[in-house]
């Protein structure tokens, strides 16, 4: 029976990186890259794969460390804290998770260039304004014994810099995923300005040409591969939210002991010491949240509907309440660019939409608990 | 059951013995104000199958499950008793008894009593053969707890004990008190507290039920007149009674958090109760009732990790303040939603969807039994985040 709670090598495993972290990747770090309109940091990312997070859900066999989803949710954790730019949930979260649910030789390959590193994935599944890929409409047509891609997708995560991509499209009895470089022939990228200075793109495909080997699983049956990718990325998604609310809500309580107005420490004042205490249960609550969506996929993945649904949708209230109270409690100072509460504030708000809204997840709550 | 059984050849012998054991009767979940068996001497059973489902849980110490089984439990530990919560939410079986003596002066005496106090006092308690109710609160004692002035002068070999409790839940049908009483009025007011265990048939003793909100009186008045309390009846040290207080508090907010909104083991989800009945769900209450369920959900599994934690030594150490406060503001705005879904036949006294308003009102009491939600919340601000007092 698992618990929930944290286990010695996953304490270790959040110790060992945020040592790391701390000082490859501190939010000064992110605000650099910001500055430069950078979306990618390809020497932090071979670190990362070095230390076999790139890897931490591919098998062994294929050169990774094979961790687990609620190591890669530690991880995902520990990257929020400090708002870490990488392609870990696309590529070694969500991509190795689909990939890993096909055994033949490609997909052993691709994982294990996930591995080592040297190959980034992003995933081409929206195409409208909310996340929703049973309303996909992009068509793949069979032509001879392939298929040509066309339509637009938006807000592909790390699409702009990604090396290949997973597209969601129509084929002629259901939903088919291909894994195709992202330099294909009549591929056209444009990269979105986004709020949180990462990396998301919108993407034009126009007659692209696949072949079967480029179906990953079974044609008119991407859910049975994406699904887990999905779900594996909105546990992910959700523990990097609790790290970003907990960075952000550790600056907070720290400004709340230090600035001083009227004389005092406006920590002193019960409006605000309720706010956080609130916020504070409410962070608590929605780790366990997470606990338990870890210890589900990797224990009962069949049946981690709800508990990953339950997570996202927690972690998404929580964030955006975090992300408001700490520009609300930091004043002025908080609406600055020069502070990085902004930061954490765009980051809970992209997190937020990205892999499901609030009521997206908790329509799925809804569903499973008898509404 | 057995040393060295597995998980799954314990859950199959309990399942087995449930199947056998659990009246039908007694498979309805239950846990509404008159579902409850309290026990006690005064206690008059609804049923002949309430009356077999104590006896039965109580020969196999199921009452009290993970108590030691010299104190009349079956010394269950974590993982079993994860599974005896889920054997019985599977087959919605009402819980034997429940009553102040296995939520908070158990857990007290199990951690402050010796062995003496705990083989005398607990067995009763497992069998529901006495009754305990909680003389904390006083009229000038509320929040500001530490604040009592129930005195008891020392007379040698017992303690003459003179003053007012305040809504000392069920005192009437109670057969014993553990109360906070000053034993010395000269020290700080946190150090001057003992912990006594009082009969409720002692001389002097007199209650007298407040009707509440809810039109039901389960809280009362107590006052004591010239009781005698033998010294024996003391839990902890003299004078040192405000740590078990603190530590029975914890208890107290554990149970007030999870039980009034059924969130540990077989609790039903808020959806499935609305659906159940012939309520009206628009859209935003709807939206509301969902989010009530994501947070019960999450609450649920907080409860869960933080005895997971105590179970692998990490002490949530004032986990129970935040779980007190998030689990009764969760199940005011819970019955809120199902006083809204029940429309106007909601608004009857025992009307088409039963107790609803009484339930409803009852709940107001949540947030502030036990330590209200402010009181929490100024706890975690001190003790988690080190905020300034």
Known sequence: MSKLVLTEEETMLADMARGFLDGAAPVTAFRKLRDAGETHDAKLWKEMADMGWAGVLVPEDAGGSDMGFAAANVLAGEMGKTLVMSPFLSTAVMAATALRQVSDARAKDALAKIASGDVTYALAIDEGIKHDPDATTMEAKADGNGFRLSGKKTFVVDGAMADRLLVLAKTENGLTLFDIPADRAGIAREKSNMIDARDAAKIDFSNVEATGDDVLGQVDDAMSVLKPALQAGQAALAAEMAGLTAGAFDMTVGYLKERKQFGTEIGRFQALQHRAAHLWCETEVTASAILNAGRMMDNDPENADLAVSLAKAKATSTAILAVQEGVQMHGGIGMTDAFDMGFYMKRARVGAEWLGDFSYHAEKVAALRGF | MSQGQTAEEFRAELRDWLEANCPQEMRDGGMTEDGICWGGKNWVFTSEAQKQWLE????????????????????????????????????????PLESFGIWMLGPALLHFGTQEQKTHYLPPIARGEVRWCQGYSEPGAGSDLANVQTHGADKGDHWLVNGQKIWTSYADQADQIFALVRTDREAKKHLGISFLLIDMEDAGVETRPIKMISGISPFCETFFTDVKVPKANIVGTENRGWDVAKYLLTHEREMISGGGAGLSGGGRSLGAVLTDTLDTLDATLRADAMRCEIDALAIGLTLERYKDQAEAGQGAGDASAMLKYMGTELNKQRHEIMMTAGGSAALEWDGDVGNRAGDWLRTKANSIEGGTSEVMLSIVSRRVLGLPA
Do not use: H
Not at chain 2, 78 to 92: A, D, L, S
């Open chain 2, 56 to 95: 039965r849980c109580a020969a196999k110490g199921y009452t009290v499950p993970t108590w030691p089984k010299d104190c009349g439990g079956a010394a269950l530990n974590r993982e079993q008793e994860k599974i005896f919560t889920e054997e019985m939410g599977r087959i919605n079986a009402r819980s």
